[in-house]
């Protein structure tokens, strides 16, 4: 239980890391390269982490989503 628990304040937290703006006041369309990210990702490790259960693979999306538009602002700037 608390495993599942842990999962889901993983998803949280990083969903409240890739928190944006509303569309009208963002920036560069972040709200649509997060949707970009998030969907590529999904599509090249379904097959490979089939065996996770559906909320900790989209825990895993989330914080991988996070991670590269990280990086892209980091390499941008």
């Keep these: 239980m608390r495993g599942e ?8 937290r990083a969903s ?8 009208a006041l963002t920036v560069d369309g972040r709200d649509k390269r997060e ?3 998030h ?3 999904e599509r ?4 490979i982490c089939g065996n996770l259960e559906s909320a900790d693979f989209e825990a895993l999306l989330v914080q991988m989503t996070s ?9 941008g700037s």
């Design 39 to 41: 969907t590529d990702l």
């Design 16 to 23: 409240e890391k890739l928190a944006l703006s509303p569309p």
């Design 5 to 12: 628990m842990s999962n889901q304040e993983n998803v949280v």
């Design 67 to 75: 991670e590269q538009l990280r990086g892209e602002r980091y390499r």
């Design 44 to 47: 090249r490790l379904k097959g």
């Design 35 to 37: 949707e970009i990210v």
